[in-house]
Structures are given as structure tokens and as C-alpha cells.
């Protein structure tokens, strides 16, 4: 039996929490559907997975399936205090996220195809910085 839909979550958050404890502090990271309530004044980071549509990775019924999405990564930090440390989280994650890198869970190879920042966003009482992780497993 495949477990190609669980070992991709599990690749990214555990690379997620290694890219993100020293930027926001391991208990302050938001995993899908995992209690979190975030400390006023305090930065933290949520993820959330974006899976798209799975296709035929070649011809034939053979050919292995191709599984794409995003992972999106939104860093939350205090408002008024400047996007400086914000943006240094966002460059934190897009350099630990880096085109080329292969995350395994399980026989699951997740590779890394790009990671981009968006622009900040006033998020009362946060200045979010969103970035998206695209992602692309064979399997």
C-alpha cells in the first residue's frame, strides 16, 4: 500500500519545524489541525498544505503519478515593529526551502522546486509575510 499522501506532510513539517525553530521557536509553530494559541508580542509561523491536482507523470498505466503543491509557510510578527525581522524569517525559510532539496519521509522523495516571499500584510495585531513552497513528488 502507498503512503505517498502521508509521507509528504510528514517530509515538510519536520523540515518546517528544523527551518522554523530558530526563527520563531519550536513551540511557536502552527501545524494543520494541532491546537495553537499564539502569545501576544511573540513571533510564530503557521503551515499550511496546498496539495494540487495529481496527474500522470508518463504514458501508459504504468507511469508513475505526479503529486505537485505548495507549502505555505505564513510568519507572523508583531505589529509596528518594523518588516526587517519578518523579512529575515521569510529569507530563513526560502534558503532552508531551497530550489533542489529533496525531502524523504518513508520511500516518499519530496523535491523542492521554488520558494518564494509574498509582501507583508497587516494581519491585526501581526505583520504577516507569507511564503510559498512548491513542491513535486513522483511516485
Given at each position: ?10 517530509a ?24 495553537f494559541?499564539p ?11 496546498l496539495?494540487?491536482?495529481t496527474?500522470?507523470a ?8 505526479r ?9 507572523f ?5 518594523g518588516?526587517g ?16 532539496t529533496?525531502?524523504q519521509a518513508g ?8 520558494a ?11 505583520w ?6 512548491f ?5
Amino acid at each position: 500500500m502507498s503512503t505517498v499522501l502521508l509521507d509528504i506532510p510528514r517530509a515538510l513539517e519536520a523540515h518546517a519545524a528544523a527551518v522554523l525553530g530558530p526563527v520563531v521557536g519550536a513551540d511557536n509553530i502552527a501545524f494543520p489541525n494541532v491546537l495553537f494559541a499564539p502569545k501576544e508580542g511573540t513571533p510564530w509561523a503557521r503551515v499550511d498544505h496546498l496539495p494540487a491536482r495529481t496527474g500522470a507523470a508518463g504514458l501508459g498505466q504504468d507511469a508513475q503519478t505526479r503529486h505537485p503543491g505548495v507549502f505555505q509557510v505564513s510568519l507572523f510578527f508583531p505589529l509596528g515593529e518594523g518588516a526587517g525581522p519578518a523579512n529575515a524569517a521569510a529569507q530563513a525559510v526560502c534558503d532552508g526551502f531551497a530550489r533542489g532539496t529533496s525531502l524523504q519521509a518513508g520511500a516518499t522523495v519530496v523535491r523542492i522546486q521554488s520558494a518564494s516571499a509574498g509582501p507583508g500584510l497587516r494581519e491585526e495585531p501581526w505583520w504577516m509575510r507569507p511564503v510559498s513552497v512548491f513542491w513535486l513528488v513522483h511516485a
